[in-house]
């Protein structure tokens, strides 16, 4: 059974400070991995893909992946009360995505 | 990318009736996705739709509850069928154009009475 596993949360960070966010994934022979933000109510939007070990940056978002530990993260600095949502790690391999179960993140004004 | 056109957005069904949920992508693609959202949970994959042949589903999910169609390559319906309470849910269609991102309709939000 594939899996994607993260820790629900709810995470809470004040404004302006560092989010981290995390997954490890169950699968090797994944190829590429993505983050996704959920608004309540609203469907899944990406934010992040990363493809090799290593980080990739956009903007206020850092991707990391470790493919020997089978781990993901996501940071988001400089948090804004609009970054509360659900984040969604997620996998892909095999023609499927699989999805963790999102870490619901609180960023107080 | 692609766009998908998901409907209905919504609706209030009896328990014991079926809902046909649609979903429109703006291009052709291989395989389009259904999967379940229930409350405060993650997405969970019903099934994986091809044109030209039987959909194939996920564990825990069946043909005779969950019909699919996918008349051509840019179209699919899911059909929840003789609901029951435990069906209410947020019902997601997605699409990978290129085998890597994921793309969704705007999900149809279900709750059976």
């Known amino acids: 059974q594939k899996e994607v596993e993260q820790n629900s949360g709810p995470l809470s960070v004040p404004e302006g400070a560092i989010a981290s966010l995390n997954c490890t994934y169950s699968?090797?022979?994944?190829?590429?991995f993505f983050w996704y933000r959920q608004y309540s109510g609203k469907s899944p939007e990406l934010i992040m893909s990363?493809?090799?070990?290593g980080d990739k940056e956009d903007g206020r978002f850092t991707a990391q992946l470790n493919k020997a530990s089978q781990y993901v993260s996501l940071l988001i600095r400089d948090s804004q009360p609009s970054d509360s949502a659900t984040y969604l790690c997620a996998s892909y391999g095999g023609f499927k995505t699989i999805f963790g179960a999102g870490t619901r993140l609180f960023v107080k004004a | 990318s692609a766009v998908i056109s998901q409907k209905p957005s919504r609706d209030i069904c009896q328990r014991g009736t079926s809902l046909t949920i649609q979903c429109q992508v703006d291009s052709q693609v291989t395989m389009m996705f259904w999967y379940r959202q229930q409350p405060g949970q993650s997405l969970t994959l019903i099934a994986t739709a091809n044109q030209g042949s039987e959909a194939t589903y996920e564990s825990g999910f069946v043909i005779d509850k969950f019909p699919i169609s996918r008349p051509n390559l840019t179209f699919s319906t899911l059909t929840v069928s003789n609901m029951s309470p435990e069906d209410s849910s947020i019902y997601l269609c997605s699409v990978n154009p290129s085998n890597t991102e994921a793309f969704f309709g705007q999900g149809t939000r279900l709750t059976v009475v």
């Open positions: 990363i493809y090799s070990n």
């Open positions: 699968d090797r022979g994944s190829q590429s």
